[in-house]
């Protein structure tokens, strides 16, 4: 049996649970479980359930704030009653706000802040959260009692009191002028040209770190890495670019150069002058690209000789000289012909020019070789220097021996081939007298193809010269026929001149002159005849008879009388 004094004291408590369970609907929230107790009812709740929410506000003092201020989801219409959201009793681990459709359908515009772009996929703890409250906001927050765990207030609308500064202060925090809230890259509402270095050409299309280069920030426990902007030296080209040329130039790249492209230069305004090869003569017109290949460097070209541009058009003909055939012996930049080779310089060589040579020109001797223009080229190595591998052999094989004994030069001379050095004398017909003052060509007559006869020559005057005589003095050889008769010149006449200092009257004629015929004039017995063929003088047969020449009687002296 259970004593008196117990069993009252159970029956208390039987009642009590009774009556709790008729007064309270159920267990608070365990945030609210301080608030437990009949004593504490009328802390929350009033006769006037529609001023409930006045006394959940004395306890929330930051939502009464932005309430009061107009800020927030509270301050909106329709949302004056904390308990048509936050419903109580449902026990300790029930949770205190309902969602009308879940959280993920939450208007998020209704508390002033519309989630847009990549914002609207984010989970709401991942931007509801303790790290991201200011800590003056966490300070004023925990004395009002608020669990940082699970409040959403406390947030700014600022990019950067959810976001790091990637830009670690450098530039402005107006996050929202450069990017989007579709993604932090790229940044569309960035414009370069608003800062202090306008991006043209080729700088347009170059990625950021190529010029902003990453930093790490070792101020940060991960030691992230993020780009600089600020701070970057861009008054000149060299700030960022290397300089090629290696202060030759100055450092104004922009005298020659644009942003279009390294390539693209200002050809009239570069002074090429400066450079270790000034440009000169014909140089100066070349386009740049002739010399300057795409795709190949500017610096490191050779051109110490002109054959490490230009290739070698002679073939290594002139490798063997002194000068190792370098070109600028003959040529100039001012062009490749005429050659600046002098007869001097031609002296030096194994054929020095002489007489009438010097006078000719270089292309005459020295030929193009083939007629492929790719592959020809001028013979200046020549096979041989005598006349024959120059000059075609007018005489063809009449001279011969002549040609082989000592070649043109044994008749010819280099002022004029028509002045022959020839001597005659050395010849089956040695010129004497008049012979010595007749040109060549009075005798050695052209014939067809203009050769000149040399060998098939007559050696007699007969031969040559016309019978001035008309056959006076024909004379027939023994045992000859009549018409075979010759006439022997030398008899009377010498090659000094035509006057015969041969003929003596006494002994080559029939009729000596005797007495006065002594001083008679021979024109005074030998008249002259005419014929068709030509006058003469009659030299034979004369009449010796006095009478032929004397009219008249002739006295036994010979005297013709009175």
């Keep these: 049996m259970v004593p008196r004094l117990g069993l009252a004291l159970v029956m208390v408590l039987m009642m009590a649970a009774v009556s709790k369970a008729q007064l309270s609907p159920g267990d608070l929230h365990r945030t609210h479980a301080f608030l437990d107790g009949l004593e504490n009812c009328t802390k929350c709740h009033d006769k006037d359930r529609n001023k409930m929410s006045d ?56 508390s002033g802040y519309v989630l847009e772009g990549a914002h609207a996929k984010v989970a709401c703890r991942t931007c509801h959260q303790t790290g991201h409250i200011p800590d003056s906001t966490k300070v004023s927050l925990l004395g009002d009692k608020v669990d940082l765990g699970r409040t959403f207030l406390g947030l ?35 414009n370069h040209d608003k800062t202090k270095f306008r991006l043209t050409g080729a700088h347009n299309t170059a990625p950021c770190a190529k010029c902003h280069q990453t930093v790490v920030d070792h101020r940060t426990p991960e030691d992230s890495a993020f780009l600089r902007f600020a701070g970057l030296r861009f008054s000149l080209c ?17 005298k020659c150069h644009n942003t279009t492209g390294w390539r693209t230069t200002d050809k009239k305004n570069f002074d090429h002058k400066k450079t270790r ?31 490490d541009c230009h290739a070698d058009y002679h073939k290594g003909q002139f490798a063997t000289r002194a000068s190792k055939g370098a070109c600028e012996e003959c040529h100039s930049v001012d062009g490749f012909t005429p050659g600046r080779f002098t007869l001097a310089q031609h002296d030096s060589t194994d054929y020095p020019l002489r007489g009438a040579h010097s006078a000719v020109a270089c292309n005459a001797c020295h030929k193009r070789n083939g007629n492929d223009a790719r592959e020809a080229t001028i013979r200046f190595n020549l096979k041989s220097t005598k006349c024959l591998a120059c000059h075609a052999d007018p005489h063809k094989p009449q001279l011969k021996k002549l ?59 007969a031969e040559c010269h016309k019978d001035p005589h008309h056959g006076q003095f024909l004379v027939a050889a023994s045992g000859s026929r ?59 047969p004369l009449d010796t008879a006095c009478k032929s020449c004397h009219a008249g009687a002739v006295t036994n002296d010979g005297l013709k009388k009175g």
């Design 156 to 190: 700014g609308q600022a990019c950067l009191s959810c976001h790091t500064d990637e830009h670690r202060g450098q530039l402005a925090l107006t996050c929202r002028d450069c990017h989007t809230m579709a993604a932090w890259r790229p940044a569309p509402a960035f």
């Design 482 to 540: 009549k018409d075979s008769a010759k006439a022997n010149c030398e008899r009377c006449h010498t090659p000094k001149s035509w006057i015969a200092e041969r003929f003596n009257h006494n002994t080559d004629a029939t009729y000596k002159l005797e007495g006065a015929h002594l001083r008679v004039p021979c024109g005074g017995c030998h008249k002259p005849a005419s014929s068709e063929t030509g006058d003469y003088v009659i030299y034979k």
């Design 403 to 461: 040609l082989a004994a000592g070649g043109c030069e044994f008749c010819h001379v280099e002022s004029s081939w028509d002045k022959v050095n020839f001597d005659h004398d050395k010849t089956e017909y040695p010129l004497l007298g008049r012979h010595r003052d007749l040109a060549c060509r009075s005798c050695h007559k052209a014939v067809k193809e203009n050769k000149v006869d040399f060998r098939t020559l007559p050696k007699t005057c």
């Design 277 to 307: 090869y000034p440009l000169a003569g014909l140089h100066a017109k070349v386009p740049c690209d002739k010399c300057h290949k795409p795709g190949q460097p500017v610096r490191g070209g050779k051109f110490e000789h002109c054959t």
């Design 55 to 110: 006394k959940c506000l004395d306890c929330h003092q930051p939502l009464k704030d932005r309430i009061a201020r107009g800020t927030g989801l509270h301050a909106r219409p329709g949302h004056e009653k904390c308990q048509k959201c936050h419903v109580e009793h449902q026990g300790r681990d029930y949770d205190l706000i309902f969602w009308e459709g879940g959280p993920e359908k939450f208007d998020h515009s209704q």
């Design 238 to 254: 060299t700030d960022c670019h290397k300089d090629v040329h290696v202060g030759r130039f100055g450092g104004a790249c922009e």
